[in-house]
Nanobody
């Protein structure tokens, strides 16, 4: 199973980015997908997750109303649309494929991870 995250970059505060995660090697539509991030000197933290069919999405409090997770099961791609970005959103963002059709906020419920894409938000 391979997950390829892309779409990171440098953006000014208030700007937007869309991250993509292309998956291969398993039946993408059968598993939850999640996005996590790790800022310098901090532990990896949950950002958002989406169920196998996109019917359920959950977010960490700090990104609610600004980020939107989605998926296209026909293309085997998950997305994270990030709007109104803040400097505190600066981190390496990782996508992950869940062990089951519904994920959790806990990294242990994901068994495959992408390589990460760096998002830098300048003030």
């Amino acid at each position: 199973v391979q997950l390829q995250a892309s779409g990171g970059g440098l953006v000014q505060a208030g700007g937007s980015l869309r991250l993509s995660c292309a998956a291969s090697g398993r039946t993408f539509s059968s598993y939850a997908m999640g996005w996590f991030r790790q800022a310098p000197g901090k532990e990896r933290e949950f950002v958002a997750r989406i169920s196998w069919n996109g019917g359920t999405a959950n977010y960490t409090t700090s990104v609610k109303g600004r980020f939107t997770i989605s998926r296209d099961n026909a293309k085997n791609v998950a997305y994270l649309q990030m709007n109104s970005l803040k400097p505190e959103d600066t981190a390496v963002y990782y996508c992950a494929s869940g062990r089951f059709y519904i994920g959790t906020d806990n990294p242990s419920s994901y068994d495959y991870w992408g390589q990460g894409t760096l998002v830098t938000v300048s003030s």
